[in-house]
Structure formats: C-alpha cells, structure tokens
C-alpha cells in the first residue's frame, strides 16, 4: 500500500515539494553526469587536453580519483573537485564510466609514428597495456583512441616528475628516447 | 519579447488557418500533443542540456524546445573577443539541427509569449503548445527601473554586453574606435548577477586590449560591491602584475543612472563619471517570461525551486534552471546550468514515470582569463542538504594564489568549452 501510494503520488506532483526527505541517494548517472561538462556526454571528450572517460578501466579511474583527493597526483581543478566525493561515490562514478561505449577521438595522428608506436607497444607495454590498450591491467588506464594532447601533457609530467611513474612503467620508459614515446603516444591515439 | 512582422503574420495565418474562422483570443494549437510530453523554454546552457539528457534517459517522452533564436552564442569566452583575443564569435556559437536529430528533439523557433501554469499550455509567437511538464531555462533580464535613463536606446550607446551577441560586437567597436588616452568606465551591480566572475574578467579582458592598442588609456570600474564578487585575490593580483596604472577599481560604488547623451553614469546621485566607451552591466533578474508566469520568489527577482527537482515552489509542473533559479549555493554560471538541467531531467523523468527521486549532486567548473595566456578556476561540488543546496564541505575552491597553475588552467579552459558546447550541440 505505501509503494502504491508513494507512486501515485509522485506521479501526480502532489509530493515534488514535500518529496525532499524520500529521495534516494545520488545515483551513479547523477554523480557521473555532472563530469560531463568537462569530460564530455558520457565521457566522450570533446576537449583535446581533457581526457576521455568513457570505457575507461574503473579501477584506473578509482585510483586517479583517490590520489587527486589525498594530493598524491598533481592537478588543476581535479583535487578540488575529488574532495567532494566519498570513496564510495568515486567507486560509483569510476563504474558508470567504464561501462560506457569506447569514445572514438577524431584527431590526426601521423602514420609513420603509429607504425613505430605499435611496435614498441608490443614488446614493451603490452602485459600492462593490454589490447594494443584498449584494455589494462589492475589499475592500468585504458589508452586506446585517448586524445593525444592529453597522453603528450602527462607524459611530460611523468619525466619531469611531478606525476610519479608506476614502478614497472619507470623500467620500460627510462631507455626509450622522446621520439619512442611521441611514436607510442600517436599509436594509442590511433586505436580505435 | 515584441513580436515582428513575420512571427505576426504567421501567427495570425496559423490561428485563422486551424480554426477556419478569424483570429479570437488564443493561437492555434502548434503541435497536437501525445502521452507524455516536456516544454523546454531556451536553448542555451540549461535548455539544450535538458532537453537532451531528457531523451537520453527516455525516449518515450516527447521534447519540445522552444527558443527564439536559431543559433545560441556563449557568454563564457565572450570577454576574449571583447579583448581581441578571438577574431570573432564562431568558436562560442551553436546551431541546434545536430541535437535535434540525435536525440529526436523537436526544436521550435519562436518566442514565449505567456505561461498558463493551470491549463499547462505555453503560448508563443507561433501557436500554444501544450505541456505534461515545463522546463525553464529564461536567463536573465535586467531590473531597468534600478537604473535609470538605461533604455534600449541607451543600450545601443552604452553596451552592456551581458548577453552575447550584437551587444559584444558593439562594445569591441566602441573599444576599437576610441582614441589612445580614452577612458572606459564599466560598471558591475551589487550580487547576486549573472557569472559572478565575469565583470572582472571583462575588466581584464579589456586591459588586455588597452595595454596591447591603446597604452595611454585606462579603465575605470565602478562596483556596487563591497569588494571583488569572485576569485577577489587572484583577480586583485592578476591587475597588480599585468594591468598596473590601467586598471582603477573602485569598490562600493553604485551605479544608479546613466546619461547616454553626456556619457556619464551616476552614482547614487552623488558623483558623475564620464567614459568614453562606458559598458553598464545592469542589476538583473530572472528571464520576463519567468517574472509574468509569477514564478520569482519573495525577493522578485529569482526563482525558488526545489534543490531535487527543480520545480518551482511557486508553481506545480513549472522546473527552473540555469541563471534564473535561485539554485542555493550553486552559482550563477553556464557549467551550473549545465549541471542543474541534468539534475533536473533525472527527476523529471522519474516523477513522469512514478519513480523515486534521487538526490541532487552537482558540480560548477569557471575559468576567468586574466591575460591571453593566463586563466584561473574556482570549482565546487554540490549536494542537498536539509532541502538546501550546499558546497560539499572541505572541497572546491579557486587556484593557487601564487599563480601558478594560470599557464595551464589557460590550456584546460579552451576544452573546457569545447566540451560544453559540444555538449550542448550534438
């Protein structure tokens, strides 16, 4: 009788003022889509530094999110913006957008780079970096069809050191030359 | 809100043409409506994302938008253009054929003449649609009774540029024609105003301008405020290493009435400031159509809603979102719209379905340009609280005061609007 009563009289508007105190806590969409500003209508970005979320590893997204809250990783806006998230809403969010469809990014990548790329994805990154990175490892984001403007800023921040490199990624990065990782990076952004 | 010729016409054929007998009290039915349907009224940063995220969540709902023009232009980035920074205004415009067609929105252009909240039927310049649930997305007019001699003729004479569009590219003309040596008087109302920000980022927009074509010029800024409304350090120390000598800030300095004629505004009747560009940025309120639907609350100027919803507590049926709301500690800005409008289609979706509600949580993200090159943030995460909408405690705020993450907030601000456009469009 309460469920049928409640319907009835949510469906007729009597309750949408006084509806306040039965709401149910935000929903993963309702968390989620508030990201989307930025990162783009499920996470499909539409900015070139911004980066794509949809089908994004969820425990890559968990983690990015925990280590901007706790200041672990350098940010702009995210440390702020993660502090108003439980870890439980951040495991809701990291969930809504892995489950989405792969955002494919139009960007022009350069063929002879790709080339290289895909070659040393295959013998140096790819236990990690799984399905020419369209899938990863643990933690390990998804790179596949991510704007390359995007990968080339935290690769710089990765060498400088202000984003600390996972200790299996430090051993393969540290021999490659820069223009081994721009053809890398062109290589990802090619993958669709 | 006039009608032209055309809609009139059009108008008067479709009320004569339906009915097969003259014109009486009412315009014709525009479109007959189906089981479910929802209004949105605007199509700019609240309006299309309603629409949109409506359809998203069910297709079994009928979007009708209603907006009376057939492109939008963005006010956030509109101050670099007013600066010269961008050559013109196609990067911050929308047109809506791409939403519509993805989504299955039916996208009227006319204007809203009237709201009948009982009969839940809007009336506009080309016919009445009818309504299961209105969504409002009016923006802001402005109070011109609190500022007089302000009429549309002085508007043309001193641009306020608060909506984008023929007003901005007024102002960059003013700018642009004034002699090296010129003043420019900009004069920004008490709060609460649309974009919070925005006035100083005009201002340092316009120093931009000034420092880089005219040097010997200056601008004065006359703010009925107490102090800087938003991000006040970063901005005070942005003016203080690129603007100094330019910029003259004046706080607790009321605007009251222009004289157009003499290119003065005055300031409670008491002291007279002469510009030769003078850009008046009036006190506002909630779009006029949400005014005579009697939707602002006891203040007459905004309206009150309910933080889940964003129902009107003054009308049943009647959601209000973006600029217009009083939306609590939410601010006044394009990406709180944006946020509002899916808080607001998640529940709406829900009552037209019978569905619990779900608790509010959203988000603002605004970038100012202090320089080309430099921008700075403030973002914060919301959430209801005791049917209030309140900053997440312990998040949010603005960026480093030592400035240094401007260089990179410039980067992230350009796909900042890339994304939110492109939200907005497809």
Redesign the interface.
């Known amino acids: 009788m309460m469920m049928k009563w409640k319907g009835w009289a949510l469906a007729t508007g009597v309750l949408a003022i006084s509806a306040l105190a039965q709401a149910a806590p935000p929903s993963a969409a309702m968390l989620s889509n508030a990201c989307a500003g930025c990162h783009g209508t499920n996470g499909g970005s539409a900015g070139p530094t911004m980066p794509s979320l949809a089908s994004q590893s969820k425990e890559a997204i968990e983690v990015a999110m925990k280590k901007f809250k706790s200041g672990e990783r350098a940010s702009t806006v995210m440390g702020r913006l993660a502090k108003g998230y439980s870890d439980g809403e951040i495991k809701a969010i990291a969930e809504f957008f892995s489950k989405q469809k792969l955002h494919v990014t139009a960007q022009a990548v350069d063929a002879g780079k790709v080339k290289k790329g895909a070659s040393l994805q295959e013998s140096n990154c790819g236990r990690c970096h799984i399905e020419d990175g369209k899938e990863g490892k643990d933690d390990t984001p998804v790179m596949a069809s991510q704007w390359l403007p995007y990968m080339q800023m935290q690769m710089a921040d990765y060498l400088s050191g202000k984003r600390k490199m996972p200790e299996k990624m430090k051993e393969k990065v540290d021999p490659m030359s820069k223009e081994d990782l721009e053809a890398l990076l062109h290589f990802y952004a090619s993958v669709k | 809100m006039t009608l032209d010729r055309r809609s009139f016409l059009k108008l008067v054929g479709a009320g004569a043409g339906a009915a097969g007998l003259p014109m009486i009290g009412r315009a014709a039915e525009l479109m007959p409506k189906g089981a479910k349907r929802v209004v949105v009224v605007g199509g700019g940063y609240g309006g299309t994302i309603a629409a949109?995220?409506i359809r998203?969540m069910d297709k079994s709902i009928e979007v009708v938008m209603i907006e009376r023009n057939d492109h939008f232009i963005s006010c956030p980035f509109s101050n670099l253009y007013i600066g010269g920074i961008l050559k013109d205004l196609s990067p911050l415009t929308i047109k809506y054929d791409k939403l519509a067609a993805n989504h299955g929105i039916k996208v009227v252009q006319a204007e809203v003449t009237a709201i009948d909240p009982a009969a839940k039927v809007v009336t506009t310049s080309k016919g009445t649609v009818s309504y299961d649930r209105l969504v409002l997305s009016p923006g802001i007019d402005f109070r011109l009774e609190d500022m007089k001699g302000y009429d549309a003729a002085a508007m043309e004479i001193m641009p306020h540029a608060w909506k984008a569009g023929p007003q901005t590219v007024l102002l960059r003309k003013q700018l642009e024609a004034m002699k090296d040596g010129g003043t420019v008087v900009l004069s920004v109302p008490l709060s609460p105003f649309r974009c919070p920000p925005g006035p100083y980022e005009r201002t340092s927009m316009i120093a931009h301008y000034l420092k880089a074509h005219k040097p010997k010029s200056k601008i004065v800024v006359l703010d009925a405020n107490p102090a800087i409304a938003s991000k006040g350090p970063l901005f005070t120390k942005g003016w203080k290493d690129n603007y100094a000598g330019i910029i003259d800030y004046r706080p607790a300095k009321k605007v009251t009435e222009v004289d157009a004629g003499k290119m003065t505004v005055l300031i409670e009747g008491l002291e007279d400031v002469k510009g030769d560009v003078v850009n008046v940025i009036p006190p506002q309120r909630a779009g006029q159509i949400a005014v005579a639907a009697g939707l602002v609350g006891d203040d007459k100027n905004w309206c009150p809603v309910?933080?889940?919803?964003f129902?009107s507590?003054k009308q049943?049926?009647i959601h209000v979102i973006g600029d217009a709301s009083n939306a609590g500690a939410m601010p006044k800005s394009g990406?709180s719209a944006?946020?509002e409008a899916?808080?607001c289609a998640?529940n709406i979706v829900?009552?037209?379905?019978?569905?619990?509600?779900?608790?509010?949580?959203?988000?603002n993200?605004c970038y100012s340009y202090i320089t080309d090159k430099e921008a700075v943030?403030v973002?914060?995460?919301y959430?209801?609280k005791d049917?209030k909408i309140v900053a997440?405690p312990?998040?949010?705020?603005v960026?480093p005061a030592d400035f240094s993450?401007a260089k990179?907030?410039a980067?992230?601000a350009?796909?900042?609007?890339?994304?939110?456009l492109?939200?907005m469009s497809?």
Not at chain 2, 306 to 309: A, K, R, S, Y
Not at chain 2, 350 to 363: C, F, H, V
């Open positions: 949109k995220y998203m309910n933080p889940n919803t129902e507590t049943a049926g990406y944006n946020s899916k808080i998640t829900a009552l037209m379905n019978g569905k619990e509600l779900t608790d509010m949580s959203g988000i993200t943030s973002a914060a995460v959430a209801a049917g997440v312990n998040s949010g705020g960026s993450a990179m907030e980067i992230f350009e796909s900042w609007l890339k994304n939110i492109t939200e497809t």
